[in-house]
C-alpha cells in the first residue's frame, strides 16, 4: 500500500507542477503551441507523466537509458497500431532500408510470405526453394509462437525481424494448421534468401510454362522475355502459375497485364481522397494472342490476384486452382522527415468487374483442390490447367469468348 500510495503521491506533484506551468503560460503561448501539438496538452502530459515515472522507477531504466528517438519510435509503432489496419505502419530509417534491399532480391531469412488477419500471424504462401518451403510450411499455416515467444497480436514487422537474421542462424517456429490438433513444429536454419520472380520452360512440345513466385520492378520485362523465348520454342498455349505468390509491386503486375490486354482497364481503386482514387489500363497492343490458362490458390494474393482478376474479368484466360488470400488493399509509402517511413492503406482496389478482392480472395473458375508440386506428374492442379488449355486451342473451351 505504501509503494502505491507514493507512486500515487508522485504523481500527483507531477501534475501540479504541470499545471502551475499552464498556469504561468499566457494564453495566446498555449494557442500557438496548440496549434504545433499532434494531440491536446493534456495527453501530452500524460504521456510526460508516464516517461518520468518509469525513469524513477523501473529497475533498469538507470543501466539501460533509452534515447528519445527509441521513445519517440516507440510511440509512432503505438499509435500506427491503435488504427486497427495490420498493413498500415511505421518504420525506422534502418527496417526502411532493409526493406528496399529485399526489394532488390536478397536477404536472410527463411522465405516467407505474411499476412495479417484478425489479430493472426499467417502464412500467405513459402517461397520456392526456400528454408520455409523445404520444411513444408504451407499457405493459411498461422505462426503462434517463434521460439518460446508467443507472438498472437504482434505488429508484421515485429514478426518479420525476429524470422529475419544472418545466414546460418536458426530459429524454431510453431505453427497452428487446420485439421490438425497440436501446433507444428518447424526448426529452421536461415539462408541468403535470392528471389528469382521468373522461371519459364516447355511442356509436351508445345505448352509454354511461367512460374512467377513475386512481382518486382522488372517482372514485367522477364516475363516478356520468356513469352518470345517459348512461343520462338513452338509455344501454341501458355500457362501462367501465380501459386504461393504472396505480391510484390502495384507497377510490376501492371506491367505483366500489359503484355495480354489491348489497352483495357487492369485494376481500380477507390479510397478516402482524390490521389487514392485511379484506374490503371494496359497500353494499347498485346505481346501475345496465345491462349492463356492461369494457376492461383489460397497463396496468390496482392498483385497476383490483380492479374489473374484483370486476365479473367477481360476473358483473356481461363483462372484455375483455389480462392486466393484475398489481400486487396493498397499501400502508399510517405517517407517522414528524418528518413522513417510511414505505410499507409490508402484504398481497395478492384477487378475490371468491379469485384473487391479484400478478406475475399478471387474466385477461379474451375476449382480444383490441391498444391504446387515441383514433381508436374503429382500437380493435379497443374494437370487441369494443360487440359483446360488443350480445349482453348481446339476451341471447345466453354470458357472461349463468344
Do not use: C
Request: charged content about 30%.
Amino acid at each position: 500500500m505504501f509503494k502505491r500510495l507514493r507512486g500515487v503521491a508522485f504523481g500527483l506533484i507531477l501534475g501540479v507542477v504541470l499545471t502551475g506551468v499552464l498556469l504561468g503560460a499566457h494564453a495566446s503561448d498555449l494557442e500557438d503551441l496548440a496549434r504545433f501539438v499532434p494531440f491536446k496538452l493534456e495527453s501530452l502530459w500524460l504521456i510526460k507523466q508516464a516517461r518520468a515515472i518509469i525513469e524513477t522507477y523501473q529497475i533498469d531504466s538507470e543501466e539501460k537509458k533509452k534515447e528519445e528517438r527509441d521513445l519517440v519510435y516507440g510511440a509512432m509503432k503505438g499509435l500506427v497500431q491503435a488504427y486497427g489496419d495490420p498493413y498500415t505502419r511505421f518504420v525506422s530509417p534502418e527496417e526502411l532500408k532493409e526493406e528496399e534491399i529485399e526489394m532488390e532480391g536478397e536477404y536472410g531469412g527463411l522465405g516467407i510470405y505474411l499476412g495479417h488477419r484478425d489479430g493472426k500471424t499467417l502464412v500467405i504462401s513459402p517461397i520456392e526453394d526456400t528454408p520455409a518451403d523445404r520444411a513444408g510450411l504451407k499457405p493459411g499455416d498461422e505462426i503462434v509462437k517463434i521460439g518460446e515467444d508467443v507472438i498472437i497480436g504482434w505488429e508484421s514487422q515485429q514478426v518479420v525481424k525476429r524470422l529475419r537474421g544472418a545466414a546460418g542462424t536458426s530459429v524454431i517456429i510453431w505453427v497452428r494448421r487446420e485439421g490438425e490438433e497440436k501446433l507444428l513444429r518447424f526448426d529452421l536454419m536461415r539462408e541468403n534468401i535470392k528471389l528469382v520472380s521468373v522461371r519459364s520452360e516447355m511442356f509436351e512440345k508445345d505448352t509454354g510454362y511461367i512460374r512467377l513466385s513475386q512481382f518486382k520492378q522488372k517482372t514485367g520485362d522477364e516475363v516478356r522475355s520468356a513469352i518470345v523465348e517459348l512461343e520462338g520454342k513452338g509455344a501454341k498455349g501458355l500457362i501462367l502459375d501465380l501459386r504461393n505468390n504472396g505480391g510484390g509491386l502495384l507497377s510490376a503486375a501492371v506491367d505483366v497485364s500489359d503484355l495480354f490486354l489491348d489497352g483495357s482497364l487492369v485494376v481500380g481503386m477507390e479510397g478516402r481522397v482524390e490521389r487514392a482514387n485511379d484506374k490503371l489500363y494496359a497500353r494499347p497492343g498485346v505481346l501475345t494472342e496465345l491462349p492463356l490458362v492461369v494457376l492461383i490458390n489460397e497463396g496468390s494474393a496482392s498483385a497476383s490476384e490483380i492479374v489473374a482478376g484483370a486476365l479473367m474479368d477481360h476473358e483473356r484466360a481461363v483462372v484455375v486452382g483455389k480462392k486466393s488470400f484475398g489481400k486487396g488493399s493498397v499501400q502508399t509509402l510517405f517517407n517522414l522527415s528524418d528518413g522513417s517511413g510511414l505505410y499507409v492503406t490508402i484504398a481497395r482496389y478492384h477487378t475490371p468487374s468491379n469485384k473487391v478482392i479484400d478478406n475475399i480472395g478471387l474466385t477461379p473458375q474451375i476449382a480444383v483442390e490441391g498444391e504446387y508440386n515441383p514433381d508436374r506428374k503429382k500437380d493435379v492442379q497443374l494437370k487441369r490447367a494443360i487440359e483446360e488449355l488443350v480445349k482453348l486451342e481446339k476451341g471447345t473451351s466453354p470458357f472461349l469468348k463468344k
